[in-house]
């Protein structure tokens, strides 16, 4: 997501480096458990990016998990549709699964910043 130019920077869209997993990974299931934790502190919304196998992911499923447990609120962001760095789309894959009793709305990324009020970098 933050290497299509969708978003208006890693720094505000709040994106950790993929090197922070990396490590976390080394510790096992135990380090990648604290790092979603960690991220997971002070938040009320947990925006949950879904992709075509977002469902099946367990540590997608454990954030979700985590954040239904601290009573944050749930929104979902369809991202199937934008291309990789081979310029290619993939197919919409299921909602994540969450509690029955729990609103979880799900939009389409329009890709459209200018409309959120957000600056592009294009100006």
């Known amino acids: 997501m933050r290497n299509c130019n969708v978003v208006a ?11 922070e997993y990396e490590e976390a990974k080394k510790t096992k299931d135990e380090g990648i458990r604290r790092m979603i934790l960690r991220h997971l502190e002070g938040t009320s919304v947990t925006v949950v990016l879904i992709g075509n196998q977002t469902a099946y992911r367990p ?61 592009t970098g294009k100006e």
């Open 9 to 19: 920077g890693a720094d505000v869209a709040g994106f950790f480096d993929r090197c």
């Open 59 to 119: 540590w997608v499923k454990y954030e979700i998990e985590q954040s239904v447990a601290r009573s944050n609120g749930l929104l979902g962001i369809q991202i199937h549709h934008l291309k990789n760095s081979s310029g290619l789309a993939s197919l919409a894959g299921p909602r994540p699964a969450v509690p029955a009793s729990l609103i979880f709305p799900i939009f389409a990324w329009d890709d459209d910043l200018e409309c959120a009020g957000l600056k």
